[in-house]
Nanobody, 117 residues
Framework: QVQLVESGGGLAQPGGSLRLSCAASGFIFSSYAMNWYRQAPGKERELVAAISSAGGGITYYADSVKRRFTISRDSAKNTVYLQMNSLKPEDTAVYYC?????????WGQGTQVTVSS
């Protein structure tokens, strides 16, 4: 059974940091590119960051999060992370983990991130 379980969300102050984790199981983690999306109230889901399958070493960041967020993966733990620094109120959203390979796509249930003073 495929599972993507996000954790690490919560309330942060502007300028603060959070680290999201996504634990994967039920599929060959190393074969999948891993992505973080987010969806704010009333807005469409958007791609925040992506990392290629294990060994690829390619990352992508949306312009809005460049130099503030870092995506990484740990193949030994089957986990992908999103380190979020210098948080802004506009980063408030539900963050979703996503695993992709040709012909297959899986989603986590999401974790809420709220940035507010």
């Amino acid at each position: 059974q495929v599972q993507l379980v996000e954790s690490g969300g919560g309330l942060a102050q502007p300028g603060g940091s959070l680290r999201l984790s996504c634990a994967a199981s039920g599929f060959i983690f190393s074969s999948y590119a891993m992505n973080w999306y987010r969806q704010a109230p009333g807005k469409e889901r958007e791609l925040v960051a992506a990392i290629s399958s294990a060994g690829g070493g390619i990352t992508y960041y949306a312009d809005s999060v460049k130099r503030r967020f870092t995506i990484s993966r740990d193949s030994a733990k089957n986990t992908v992370y999103l380190q979020m620094n210098s948080l802004k109120p506009e980063d408030t959203a539900v963050y979703y983990c996503n695993a992709v390979e040709p012909g297959r796509k899986y989603w986590g249930q999401g974790t809420q991130v709220t940035v507010s003073s």
